[in-house]
C-alpha cells in the first residue's frame, strides 16, 4: 500500500511530537542495570558495543567474562587491549565441558569477587558481566547476594548482565531487558559452523 505525500508528513510530524513529548519527560540521569537475556543471538555482541560506546567516550570499562574462558573470543583481545578497559576471563568452558560442579562454583566465586571489586571502584562506569545469568540458573552463587550488589551500587554505574535464563528476581529488579529469540540460526539448521567475526 503506497502513501501519499501528505499523510506521509502528517504521520511523521505525529511520530516527531510523540518522541520529543517523551525526551521532554526524560529528566533523570541514573546508572541502568541491564539484561541481555533469551535463546537467540546477540547477548554479549549488544553488550560489548555498549561497552565501545563507553571506551569511545573515553570513559572506563570492566568486563568479567563467566563460562566462556577455554573459549577464544576477538573481543577479549580488541576490549582487553584498551587502555581504559579492564577485561578478566573466568571458567574452563561450557557447563557439559567442565562437568565438574565444585570446581565450576568456584571459579564463579572467583568471578564474582572480580565483578565486585569493579562495582564498587568509583572508577568504572560500565561493568558487563558476560553469561552471569547462566551462572545464577545453575546456583553457583547467591542471587540474593549478587542482587544486593547490584541494588547497593553508586548512582551512574551501569551494569549489564548477558545470557540466556535471566532469573525472574533479576528482570525484575532491572531498568532495561531485552530478549533475544531465534528466528533463524545457520548452525542449528543449515549445519553452518560458528564463523570468525560472526560468533567468535
Not at 546477540?42 to 570492566?62: D, E, P, T, W
Not at 568456584?106 to 572508577?123: L, Q
Request: aromatic share 8%; charged share 30%; hydrophobic share 40%.
Amino acid at each position: 500500500m503506497k502513501t501519499d505525500p501528505e499523510s506521509h508528513k502528517r504521520m511523521t510530524q505525529r511520530h516527531k511530537e510523540g518522541f520529543e513529548k517523551k525526551k521532554a519527560a526524560a529528566q533523570k540521569e541514573k546508572g541502568l542495570l541491564i539484561v541481555n537475556t533469551g535463546t537467540g543471538k546477540g547477548k554479549s555482541s549488544a553488550a560489548f558495543g555498549m561497552g565501545m560506546r563507553i571506551l569511545g567516550h573515553g570513559m572506563k570499562l570492566g568486563v568479567v567474562q563467566f563460562i566462556k574462558g577455554a573459549l577464544y573470543s576477538a573481543e577479549r583481545d580488541f576490549l582487553g587491549g584498551h587502555a581504559n578497559c579492564d577485561f578478566h576471563v573466568v571458567g574452563s568452558g561450557y557447563t557439559w565441558d567442565t562437568q565438574d560442579r565444585e570446581a565450576d562454583m568456584k571459579t564463579a566465586a572467583h568471578g564474582w569477587a572480580e565483578a565486585v571489586r569493579m562495582i564498587r571502584d568509583p572508577s568504572y562506569d560500565m561493568v558487563i558481566l558476560d553469561e552471569m545469568n547462566i551462572v545464577l540458573k545453575y546456583q553457583y552463587l547467591d542471587l540474593r547476594e549478587v542482587l544486593d550488589v547490584f541494588a547497593a551500587r553508586r548512582e551512574m554505574l551501569h551494569i549489564v548482565v548477558t545470557g540466556r535464563h535471566a532469573p525472574d528476581a533479576l528482570i525484575e529488579q532491572a531498568d532495561l531487558v531485552s530478549e533475544m529469540r531465534p528466528l533463524k540460526h545457520p548452525y542449528k539448521e543449515q549445519g553452518i559452523k560458528a564463523q570468525k567475526g560472526v560468533e567468535f
